[in-house]
């Protein structure tokens, strides 16, 4: 039983690193129309709308009073000011730097859960993240196109905040998940950070009135998979582990990214993107091996 248990944190794990990766594909379409805060408010409106019709199927209702609070922060950080920070950052960058700085992220989920949720710094976790963030640093330096990139300070600050809210958003769900279902946590984050992001309702209207179709549909794609769907595997699989190897395991994103946008933008990986990619891959699977190992010997253990 925990080792199938094990087994489908796993792959909910996977089903959520394939859809963010494809979020940075459907971005770029649609954030060629929509402005940061009304790309984020309609990305999280279609999110909301999904996941609520999900829970009344479910009736799962509302979720119990102490799960609200880790609602409310990682709402709030990661729901809110993350998708919008992120989005605007990704305009005075490029995409480069960008995934170099955002990908600070997954090592302040580690120090912060080791901070405030008593989760311990395994070296094999450790080892993993250090390779792992070398091959994002190396991805996004072959994307930055050596001189031809470009980053404001203003971008690499909006960035930066974006990886401490990513951070702060995760660290702050998974206490969240003790009392509350993931669709539960995940369903009324999304609806916090769609009301936090409701000022930009004023230009979502605006914008969407003269946006090309392929744009609105690749937003209302963002909200139904990579935030609906994966918002929620994610946390189905936050519950069974810690923060700090989840957080560990999105450095496959930037592997993916390099795949999907060979397969759908036509942009063919170089050898040093290549290289960066097989680091990133190779860094999750260090910083998941004690995992797997432990998952075995419980088993053994329990036979």
Not at 52 to 60: H, I, K, M, W
Not at 72 to 77: C, F, P, Q, V, Y
Not at 117 to 143: D, H, W
Not at 221 to 243: D, E, H, K, N, S
């Amino acid at each position: 039983m925990q080792k199938q248990s094990s087994r489908l944190a796993l792959a909910a794990a996977g089903v959520t690193v394939v859809l963010w990766a494809s979020a940075f594909v459907s971005i770029r379409s649609a954030g060629a129309a929509y402005s940061p805060g009304a790309l984020a408010l309609g990305r999280l409106l279609a999110g909301a709308l999904v996941l609520g019709a999900v829970l009344l199927v479910r009736r799962e209702g509302l979720p119990p009073r102490a799960a609200w609070p880790g609602i409310a922060t990682s709402g709030l950080l990661w729901f809110g000011v993350y998708m919008v920070v992120l989005n605007w950052g990704e305009q005075e960058v490029d995409a480069g730097t960008a995934a170099m700085v955002v990908n600070v992220g997954p090592i302040l989920i580690a120090l912060l859960g080791a901070r405030f949720l008593k989760e311990s710094l395994p070296p094999r976790l450790l080892a993993g993240m250090a390779v792992s963030f070398a091959g994002a640093v190396t991805v996004g330096l072959s994307m930055s196109g050596g001189s031809g990139g470009h980053a404001s300070v203003l971008g690499v600050v909006l960035c930066l905040l974006a990886a401490m809210a990513y951070a702060g958003g995760v660290v702050a769900q998974k206490p969240a998940l003790a009392h509350g279902s993931a669709l539960q946590v995940t369903a009324f984050g999304c609806l916090v950070g769609a009301v936090a992001c409701l000022p930009f309702a004023g230009q979502l209207v605006e914008e969407a009135g003269r946006a090309p179709l392929s744009a609105t549909l690749n937003m209302v794609y963002l909200g139904v998979f990579p935030t609906a769907l994966a918002f929620t595997t994610w946390a189905y699989a936050l519950a069974r582990t810690t923060a700090g190897r989840m957080g560990a395991t999105t450095y496959a994103v930037p592997a993916l990214v390099v795949v999907l946008a060979w397969v759908f933008l036509g942009e063919l990986p170089g050898p040093l993107t290549l290289a960066g990619g097989a680091l990133c891959l190779a860094g999750v699977a260090v910083s998941r091996s004690r995992a797997r190992a432990a998952a075995a010997a419980g088993t053994a253990e329990s036979t």
